[in-house]
């Protein structure tokens, strides 16, 4: 059985990880050469606990997973709504604190939900698949995104929540769900976009879509991040300035330079070919897993892997959109490149849940 995985293991998949690992962390070791390179350590560390997560969730059938979603769900619900009353880190309720490590629940969030949404979708198409389109069914499955995304907003953590809605998305429109539902959800967008703006968001979260649409108007504080980050991305033009030498980074005009923005630093040190690998190893991932979905053994397995594929988009999109000014700052971090420990392991054992599906896999597809 162990044999038979191995073989049908989508190797390309660990590859990519691999690849954009060693650039994050080559990232991270330019970018704190002036801070005793504490989070490129800590970022070693969290590596280190992953591998044998990694080894145990491969070897587990991903359908026990999903049997206990359930379970999962609720005592992930319990750690969103107990997080609410930590203190404030950066204006946000979104970590607990353990010595000099912050552990965020809403990553390992990704991992349940996906699970339980996958229970859920998979309980409603018993009878027939076209179940999902029946209107208090579909509802509840919204529902199962909804609780934790509405807690993930109060923290707040747009970014984050938004995560949750890109993988919804996916997972629906590979369980079949009807077009008017598509086109009903696209008009509500449209018209909750500036009902949202002007009545809804906070002062803050406002602030961030001005600046996205014109930087200059606040240049010394709130557009002044992304400012930066476009200069770094900016000078270094096709090979880059050189590992430890680019001037926003090392100079420290570029903040949060591990986390939010270690794109800008690739893009500054290691040039346009170094933000293009990035980005092309982002396109093979997200490609692979949607193979995945669609080589799976059963619609679990589909459901699963498509979620994972929209996660993954969704950070890809935006962490390197919002780098580059063409999209609104959220905070997203930047999968397996980015500083952060609860990311990275939320991150590879969702990549573990994918090479899971992919070993045990048949060769079917669940579209046409």
Known sequence: MKKKILKNIEWGILVCIILLITIGLVALFSATQNSDYDEFKKQ????????????????????????LS?????????????????????????????????????????IVVILFTTYVICKLQKKDKDEINRFWKLGLTLLTIAVPVILIVIQPDYGTALAF??????????????????????????????VAYFWILPDHAKTRIDVYLNPDIDPR?????????????GAGQIFGMGLLSGNQTQLGYLYPKTTDFIFAVIGEELGFIGGATVIILYIILVTKAIKVAKTAKDDE????????AGIFFFHMLENIGMTMGLLPITGIPLPFVSYGGSSLLTNLILIAILLNISGRRQRTLFIE
């Open 44 to 67: 070693i560390i969290w590596l280190a606990v992953s591998v044998p997560v990694i080894l145990i969730v491969i070897l587990i059938d991903y359908n026990w997973f999903t049997k």
């Open 70 to 110: 359930p379970i999962l769900y609720g005592i992930s619900l319990l750690l969103l709504i107990a997080v609410l009353f930590t203190e404030p880190i950066n204006g946000a309720t979104s970590w607990f604190t353990f010595g000099s490590f912050l552990l965020q629940p809403a990553e390992f969030a990704k």
């Open 165 to 194: 809605l890109s993988a919804l998305i996916f997972m629906l429109f590979v369980a079949g769900i009807k077009k008017k539902y598509i086109i009903i959800s696209i008009l509500l967008v449209v018209i909750l976009i500036p």
């Open 221 to 233: 504080g709130a557009g002044y991040n992304i400012i930066q980050s476009k200069l770094a991305i």
């Open 301 to 308: 397995g589909a459901y699963i892997a498509t979620g994972i």
